[in-house]
């Protein structure tokens, strides 16, 4: 398994579709049966793997304080992407476009194996380098 950014991501960033900063981004978790595909688009193609669970909404929950900063390596990055008083197992996090009309794929992260929380908070802590880099 693997992780990486869906092809649709990048046409969109360069046909000026798409607005990291703006857009209302959501962040979804799937179970074992995902697989990463670069050339799927939609979160339509994705959401039969995606989990249940005390404590999560289908269709994930919304990406905050989004950023986007230039430099030699420019980052977007947003805050850390919490579920409270949570029970379930997770494999993965798609991250997606709510505000375009087909909820268009951005990248897919692969957690390496169940993530399980019981009776807790589930954080998914982005890295300090950013969620998306480009150098």
């Known amino acids: 398994m693997a992780s990486g ?3 649709r991501f990048k046409a969109n960033l ?3 579709e798409v607005d990291l900063e703006a857009d209302t ?8 049966s995902h697989a990463f595909t670069a050339t799927h688009n939609q979160k339509s193609e994705i959401v039969a793997n995606e989990i249940s669970g005390t404590g999560y ?10 950023a986007v900063t230039q430099a030699a390596t420019t980052k977007w990055d947003g805050d850390n992407t919490a579920w409270a008083a949570a029970s ?11 505000s375009l009309t087909n909820d268009d794929l951005i990248c897919s992260i692969d957690f390496g194996g169940a ?3 019981s009776s807790g908070t589930f954080t998914i802590q982005w890295d300090a380098a950013g969620i998306i880099t480009l150098a």
Not at 25 to 32: E, G, P, Y
């Open 5 to 7: 950014i869906y092809n």
């Open 14 to 16: 360069m046909n000026k």
């Open 25 to 32: 981004v959501k962040v979804l978790l799937l179970d074992n």
């Open 57 to 66: 909404t289908a269709g994930g929950a919304e990406l905050t304080t989004k």
């Open 88 to 98: 379930f197992t997770a494999y993965h996090a798609v991250i997606y476009d709510d």
């Open 115 to 117: 993530k399980t929380v």
